[in-house]
């Protein structure tokens, strides 16, 4: 059966990574969330000092990116494939609010953005892959058979964030989701380097309104007609 590459793109707490996990398992694909490779460098960056509150030493993380390995394992445990900095399980680590503070600016860096790119791309060479970030069907697989951009409103999107922390057990205010999902929105579409937006051919869906479910069967349609035709 014909293999496709499927991009997924989006703002920040769109179900992005859910959607396209389910997606991916339902067709027998594999499944790359490039949104914790970028986290992966930010959690480095963080360990490492190399940026926090008020500062961010740019040029030190571009001569430390050779020091970088990110690597997914499938967790039969999880259901998915974990992701891995230098050897180490960082899955949990990296979905804090510490992290996605800081995670855009990180982004930005055009250094980082050539060097995780190029491991994107070769991830994708086999095709049957579905993979999701900001800049998938832009930049990274610009001529990936199906592109969905995902949106929904940011009071929705910090909703739906803030609940996903509190249930791990992180103690914040919903203010906080929320002021950290409209900043990353802005910094995402107004970076220089691959700045988050819709390609033209995409097709957009707004999930405000749309079940989990909802999403992954209109998107399943959407693939099997590529593949079958």
């Given at each position: 059966?014909?293999?496709?590459?499927?991009?997924?793109?989006?703002?920040?707490?769109?179900?992005?990574?859910?959607?396209?996990?389910?997606?991916?398992?339902?067709?027998?694909?594999?499944?790359?969330?490039?949104?914790?490779?970028?986290?992966?460098?930010?959690?480095?960056?963080?360990?490492?000092?190399?940026?926090?509150?008020?500062?961010?030493?740019?040029?030190?993380?571009?001569?430390?990116?050779?020091?970088?390995?990110?690597?997914?394992?499938?967790?039969?445990?999880?259901?998915?494939?974990?992701?891995?900095?230098?050897?180490?399980?960082?899955?949990?680590?990296?979905?804090?609010?510490?992290?996605?503070?800081?995670?855009?600016?990180?982004?930005?860096?055009?250094?980082?953005?050539?060097?995780?790119?190029?491991?994107?791309?070769?991830?994708?060479?086999?095709?049957?892959?579905?993979?999701?970030?900001?800049?998938?069907?832009?930049?990274?697989?610009?001529?990936?058979?199906?592109?969905?951009?995902?949106?929904?409103?940011?009071?929705?999107?910090?909703?739906?964030?803030?609940?996903?922390?509190?249930?791990?057990?992180?103690?914040?205010?919903?203010?906080?989701?929320?002021?950290?999902?409209?900043?990353?929105?802005?910094?995402?579409?107004?970076?220089?380097?691959?700045?988050?937006?819709?390609?033209?051919?995409?097709?957009?869906?707004?999930?405000?309104?749309?079940?989990?479910?909802a999403q992954l069967e209109t998107i399943i349609g959407m693939?099997?007609?590529?593949?079958?035709?």
């Amino acid at each position: 059966m014909r293999k496709i590459i499927i991009a997924i793109d989006g703002f920040s707490s769109t179900g992005k990574s859910t959607v396209a996990k389910l997606l991916a398992k339902s067709l027998n694909y594999i499944y790359v969330d490039t949104g914790a490779m970028y986290r992966a460098v930010t959690y480095f960056a963080l360990e490492n000092d190399l940026i926090g509150d008020g500062f961010f030493k740019e040029e030190a993380l571009i001569d430390r990116l050779e020091d970088i390995s990110i690597n997914f394992k499938f967790s039969k445990k999880a259901g998915f494939a974990e992701v891995y900095l230098n050897g180490i399980n960082i899955e949990a680590d990296i979905r804090t609010l510490r992290v996605s503070k800081f995670v855009s600016p990180v982004a930005t860096l055009s250094e980082v953005r050539r060097k995780l790119v190029e491991q994107q791309q070769l991830m994708g060479k086999g095709k049957g892959i579905v993979m999701d970030g900001r800049d998938i069907g832009t930049v990274v697989f610009p001529n990936a058979e199906l592109k969905i951009f995902m949106t929904a409103s940011a009071e929705t999107r910090a909703k739906r964030r803030y609940k996903e922390l509190i249930d791990r057990g992180h103690k914040l205010s919903y203010e906080d989701v929320l002021e950290n999902v409209t900043t990353r929105d802005h910094i995402d579409s107004t970076r220089e380097d691959s700045p988050l937006i819709k390609a033209e051919d995409a097709i957009e869906i707004d999930n405000s309104d749309l079940t989990i479910e909802a999403q992954l069967e209109t998107i399943i349609g959407m693939a099997q007609k590529i593949i079958e035709n």
